[in-house]
């Protein structure tokens, strides 16, 4: 009994939710348009903001009274390692650069 209401609740929200098509047409045909040079300049900005924190967090003292000033750096550290991942990954699908062989290397060097 329980489940035929979970179900016919699922079927109400159904209703209300745009189809997968409706979605797609709203995004701008341009966002699925590849660039080699866009894909380039987005693996280097994120590798320099890495890089970046990774020189600013060299200059702070290990010391527990850092410790916020740690834990700051290291939420901010691995939110932009995470974006950088998510590139690497992007390349394993064949998404990011128009050619394969730009994918294949970008994301074997960004994995390694």
Aim: hydrophobic content about 45%; glycine content about 10%.
């Amino acid at each position: 009994m329980r489940r035929e209401g979970a179900k016919n609740c699922l079927i109400k929200l159904m209703e209300y939710l745009p189809s997968k098509k409706q979605l797609q047409d709203l995004i701008p045909p341009d966002v699925f348009e590849r660039s080699n040079i866009k894909a380039g300049l987005l693996v280097l900005r994120d590798l320099a903001v890495v890089c970046g924190l990774g020189y600013l967090g060299s200059k702070i003292p290990p010391e527990a009274a850092y410790a916020p000033l740690w834990a700051l750096y290291g939420f901010w550290q691995g939110a932009a390692a995470t974006g950088l991942w998510v590139l690497a990954h992007e390349c394993g699908h064949g998404a990011l650069f128009n050619s394969s062989f730009l994918n294949d290397t970008t994301g074997f060097m960004l994995h390694s």
